[in-house]
């Protein structure tokens, strides 16, 4: 099936399909497991347009979407540079979301897009990719650790006005290469 799959990049034209798929795979992932109004705060300053927008017109802002048959079944966000918090010092490329809709996925949508992530990356000359997991998604935590990704760190994530914690994950580039 991947075979089927295009990669493509997004542009200002692409938001309402954007906001769109970010809010169901959101939505879909992570309501029933947070308190309805915070989560209903979240959407509200993530995904709205505007705040989408402006995502799409940063210059260090890189979208792209999976799609097969026209059809959008999941969105990639990297972000160039990104340092991490716990050494600014390395080059970073930080893979900030991987969504794809539930009935897409075990398409291997995710392993495109991390292919994807390691092209851009190599592509900026960065060291390495960073990412951060909510400690509660353990399905994502075994995936990126199997992809090579290691835990290096913690930080906190605002989900409406609710703190939550995420685990940091890091690869350098050179040991995806090859």
Excluded: C
């Amino acid at each position: 099936m991947q075979n089927q799959i295009t990669l493509r990049r997004l542009g200002e034209a692409d938001l309402p399909s954007l906001r769109q798929i970010s809010i169901d795979t959101f939505v879909e992932n992570y309501a029933h497991l947070n308190d309805p109004e915070v989560f209903q705060q979240h959407l509200e300053r993530n995904f709205s347009e505007t705040q989408l927008l402006s995502e799409l017109q940063d210059a260090s802002a890189f979208f792209f979407f999976a799609e097969h048959n026209g059809q959008v079944l999941g969105y990639l966000k990297l972000a160039y540079p990104s340092p991490m918090e716990h050494d600014p010092s390395i080059d970073s490329l930080e893979l900030v979301r991987i969504y794809v809709q539930p009935s897409y996925q075990k398409w291997g949508i995710g392993k495109l897009f991390l292919e994807k992530t390691i092209e851009t990356a190599q592509a900026l000359g960065a060291a390495g990719i960073w990412l951060g997991v909510w400690q509660k998604n353990t399905k994502a935590q075994e995936w990126y650790q199997r992809q090579g990704f290691r835990k290096v760190a913690t930080h906190t994530f605002m989900l409406g006005d609710e703190a939550q914690e995420d685990d940091v994950y890091w690869v350098e580039v050179e040991k995806l290469k090859g």
